[in-house]
């Protein structure tokens, strides 16, 4: 009891503290994603030693738990923000940041495992897969707020969100088919891929898409009929992003894609008068959700075992993933779409690692390849480098795509830019 009473309290600080501060910390280029990462560095065995969360539950466990809630919960979050017109105005960009970069990234990121890591083929492909989405919760922190709101081009933002809410789902398959690669022959294994892979995303879109269709016409008709109390209503989304995240799980599907397709379906055709009050207090308890899972994951980093255990090496390959995973694929790419030049790379350069990257890490361990605690240890290093690297170059891009464009919107409105993007 007393242990758990540790971490509710210092929990709770820590949401507080970061609440408080959240303006404070944009305004110096820092990400709230960021101190809570370092918040549970702080509090964990490797520093104050105030609590040992693995004493009770599994490494694996608490943090594929808190993440996947938490990716469930932000891929919502994007999803509620999303009108169609985004849709149709990001589709040709985010058609190719999905079938075309997505990939090259993990390949990228394979390959500099086998290289740098010493890592057996099979190995290098899982670790590149875990390593391939990029992260909701953090990419929604860089490309939101008062600086990004005025510089930033709409269309810019919402291709960057919705990247990464489509691919924390959509790299379930990768992951699959490394983890059967490396378990299983290859014969065998291509054939079971095909199966799970195909259920995993059939049953998610299927789920996504009839549960968040249904529970927004409940929501509508309490509405309409005043069955429910208003204060509830905007504890709507969340209780459709846990419900499908769930049911997809037990059915066999990818829980957090099909969190995005209910949240897709759920908020459209909702009235404005529910949509702002449920979009609000969702993106409330998102950002608590992800506070949670980034303090889980500070307390649980190894911080201890990176140099005596992967060294230069792991050093090396966190460096890789920062500067070769993304970039020298995505920018070539967007430019192909007709993105502008600065545009496409200020998308190329915006793909961090995050949330989803612990999530598919720890995913990976019930595969049980021996050399899973190298993938882990590399794994985090890069995930930890990308999350500080990205935070800290965040609002230095930021200001410069603004320079260099010359757009800007007063405080309080998003810049909308006409015509092709920069």
Not at 183 to 207: C, F, M, Q
Not at 222 to 234: G, H, I, K, N
Not at 344 to 369: C, H, K
């Amino acid at each position: 009891m007393i242990e758990a009473d540790r971490v509710l309290l210092l929990a709770g600080i820590s949401i507080v503290a970061l609440g408080l501060s959240s303006r404070l910390v944009k305004r110096h280029a820092l990400s709230p994603v960021v101190l809570a990462l370092g918040a549970g560095v702080l509090v964990g065995p490797h520093a104050l030693d105030l609590i040992e969360p693995t004493a009770a539950v599994p490494r694996g466990e608490l943090l594929e738990q808190l993440c996947r809630v938490a990716l469930a919960l932000a891929v919502f979050d994007i999803a509620l923000r999303t009108r169609p017109a985004d849709l149709r105005a990001n589709a040709r960009r985010v058609g190719a940041l999905l079938v075309v970069v997505m990939p090259g990234m993990w390949l990228v990121t394979s390959a500099g495992a086998g290289l740098l890591l010493d890592l057996s083929f099979p190995v290098a492909l899982l670790l590149g897969a875990a390593l391939t989405p990029t992260d909701p919760g953090v990419a929604a922190a860089l490309v939101s707020g008062i600086l990004p709101d005025q510089s930033l081009p709409r269309r810019v933002r919402r291709t960057l969100q919705l990247e990464a809410a489509a691919n924390d789902g959509l790299a379930l398959p990768f992951v699959l088919f490394a983890g059967l690669i490396a378990t299983l022959p290859a014969g065998d294994a291509l054939s079971e891929w095909g199966v799970h892979a195909a259920r995993e995303i059939g049953v998610a879109a299927i789920v996504g898409a009839v549960v968040g269709g249904a529970l927004r016409w409940l929501t509508q008709l309490a509405d309409v009929d005043r069955l429910a109390e208003e204060d509830w209503y905007p504890l709507a989304s969340t209780g459709v992003a846990v419900t499908v995240l769930g049911l997809a799980h037990l059915l066999g599907g990818s829980g957090v894609f099909a969190a995005f397709v209910a949240g897709l379906v759920f908020s459209e055709g909702l009235p404005e008068g529910l949509r702002e009050p449920i979009h609000e207090v969702h993106r409330s308890i998102t950002k608590v959700a992800l506070s949670l899972a980034f303090l889980g994951f500070g307390m649980t980093l190894p911080v201890d075992r990176w140099w005596p255990e992967v060294g230069a090496a792991g050093v090396a390959f966190a460096t890789w993933v920062f500067l070769l995973r993304r970039a020298p694929i995505a920018v070539p790419t967007m430019l192909v779409t007709g993105t502008g030049r600065l545009s496409s790379m200020y998308i190329g350069w915006s793909g961090p690692l995050g949330v989803a990257g612990i999530y598919y890490l720890t995913y990976a361990e019930r595969y049980a390849v021996p050399e899973y605690e190298r993938l882990f240890l590399a794994g985090t290093l890069a995930i930890t480098v990308s999350v500080v690297g990205h935070a800290l170059t965040s609002s230095a891009a930021v200001r410069a795509y603004r320079r260099m464009t010359g757009s800007e919107t007063p405080e309080g409105e998003e810049l909308q830019v006409e015509g092709a993007l920069p």
